[in-house]
T-cell receptor
Framework: GAGVSQSPSNKVTEKGKDVELRCDPISGHTALYWYRQRLGQGLEFLIY????????KSGLPSDRFSAERTGESVSTLTIQRTQQEDSAVYLC????????????FGEGSRLTVL | KNEVEQSPQNLTAQEGEFITINCSYSVGISALHWLQQHPGGGIVSLFM???GKKKHGRLIATINIQEKHSSLHITASHPRDSAVYICAVRSGQGAQKLVFGQGTRLTINP
């Protein structure tokens, strides 16, 4: 597609349920980042994928969070046993492999945990 | 202390004013991004800098690698420039994790 596509755009779930968020990168973009933005706060790094290299998971806040990506394809972010503090907008950004590649952001998935 | 500090946190100005937003960082970087986040939440990349200066229309971004400082300038500001402006740095060779500043909320009044 022309841009970074995220789904769902909005998700309301009950505390304790699992959720899965999806990011479709721009074709050819090998680098993919997941971020979280809580209401009124800045962007918080979660995880980074670069092609087939081992991902940088250093930003994942707990073991309830995991993300998958195969090669340069779609990525999914899974949050297990959701808590109210997980409520946030989850943003995906991608860029080309080149170090000078511009970042392109998706519109985000707004997660509300009741 | 955060690795990336932006100032000011909030800025209100009148239409037509010259705007400067500053970003200081404490780590070695390979690139610095200026991003714009609209009130609806969408984020767009304005600039990616590794040295010197770039200009797009009324926007100018500069970086001083030695001083670990970057500035974003807006000339002839307009209400549609109202947004949150975010500085983000990529550090290390083949930079991976992006580190973000907290953002500067800019409001331009007509």
């Amino acid at each position: 597609g022309a841009g970074v596509s995220q789904s769902p755009s909005n998700k309301v779930t009950e505390k304790g349920k699992d959720v899965e968020l999806r990011c479709d990168p721009i074709s050819g973009h090998t680098a993919l980042y997941w971020y979280r933005q809580r209401l009124g706060q800045g962007l918080e790094f979660l995880i980074y994928f670069q092609g087939n290299s081992a991902p940088d998971k250093s930003g994942l806040p707990s073991d309830r969070f995991s993300a998958e990506r195969t090669g340069e394809s779609v990525s999914t972010l899974t949050i297990q046993r959701t808590q109210q503090e997980d409520s946030a907008v989850y943003l995906c950004a991608t860029r080309t492999r080149m170090w000078y590649g511009e970042l392109f952001f998706g519109e985000g998935s707004r997660l509300t945990v009741l | 202390k955060n690795e990336v500090e932006q100032s000011p946190q909030n800025l209100t100005a009148q239409e037509g004013e010259f705007i400067t937003i500053n970003c200081s960082y404490s780590v070695g970087i390979s690139a610095l991004h200026w991003l714009q986040q609209h009130p609806g939440g969408g984020i767009v990349s304005l600039f990616m800098l590794s040295s010197g200066k770039k200009k797009h229309g009324r926007l100018i971004a500069t970086i001083n690698i030695q001083e670990k400082h970057s500035s974003l300038h807006i000339t002839a500001s307009h209400p549609r420039d109202s947004a949150v402006y975010i500085c983000a740095v990529r550090s290390g060779q083949g930079a991976q994790k992006l580190v973000f500043g907290q953002g500067t909320r800019l409001t331009i009044n007509p």
